[in-house]
């Protein structure tokens, strides 16, 4: 696995071998790029457009490239609406907000898959009990808050070493995630297939993140005021539910 962008960091497609999976082409850049390095979206019954992030939804899917300049560009461009037009897919509703919208979507995506590691006992928080985990050798992903303070940060990106490491979420989102009402600034999930997901959905998130979500005064620990509250407030209707689909993606034919 990789080492992680962090939110102030621009994502480079996670590849430089050859290709030998399915490829599409993202519509932004024109890069032929294999598909699960690509955001996909559909185009729903009633016209309205659809990211769909485990890649299982019915439909012919657009593609572009997780990276906020180019949702920009495909909105901006009206380039959704050129290619459903072109594959005969009917008129598109495209927000102009997307990729604000794509990335409360992966927020929530990850903070979800957090909490399913937490609760299969695959991920635990505190400075402690992950340093424990560790040297252990237990860690198989690092989590530490964007917000952390950076003595704190340091100490256990020095002590884990190469270990992939998400950090695009902040105390109060992870706080969410592990059901805990204070700020949890240190974390680690274990090695499987959650941790491989929120590898995946944390690289497209940083590359997502806005200036105005990265939290602007450090936490020092994770005994702090309530944190937990705030992180679920825009998580609902940002678009439309199929959008949230969660499940292992699967390959598509060659048409789709």
């Known amino acids: 696995m990789m080492q992680l962008a962090t939110a102030q960091t621009a994502l480079p497609v996670r590849r430089s ?4 999976g399915p490829e ?48 920009d560009r495909a909105v901006r461009r009206g380039l959704f609406a050129r290619a459903a037009a072109r594959h005969k897919l009917g008129p598109v509703s495209v927000p ?40 252990a050798g237990r860690a198989a992903v690092l989590l530490q808050a964007s917000d952390g303070a950076a003595a704190g940060v ?35 999930v274990a090695a499987g297939g959650l941790a491989a997901k929120l590898v995946v959905e944390a690289d497209r ?8 979500q990265l939290a602007p005064a450090p936490l020092t620990n994770e005994s702090g005021p309530d944190a937990g509250s705030a992180a679920t407030s825009t998580d609902h209707a940002v678009l439309r539910q199929g959008g ?13």
């Open 17 to 20: 071998r050859v290709s030998d």
């Open 24 to 71: 599409r082409r993202c519509l932004a850049s024109g890069r032929v790029c294999e598909k699960s390095d690509l955001l996909r979206f559909v185009v729903g019954p009633d016209g309205a457009l659809t990211v769909d992030l485990a890649a299982r939804l019915p439909g012919r899917g657009l593609y572009v490239l997780p990276q906020r300049d180019l949702l």
């Open 96 to 135: 102009a907000d997307l990729a604000d919208r794509v990335e409360t979507l992966l927020r929530h995506r990850c903070r979800e898959l957090v909490g399913l590691a937490r609760r299969a006992g695959q991920a635990i928080a505190g400075f402690e009990k992950t340093a424990s985990w560790v040297r």
């Open 154 to 188: 340091a100490k256990l990106d020095a002590l884990a070493g190469g270990l992939p490491k998400v950090d695009v979420l902040d105390g109060a989102e992870l706080a969410a995630a592990f059901g805990r009402p204070a700020a949890v600034v240190h974390g680690a």
């Open 205 to 212: 998130l940083g590359s997502l993140c806005s200036p105005a």
């Open 244 to 256: 949230m689909a969660t499940g292992p993606a699967r390959d598509a034919s060659s048409t789709r």
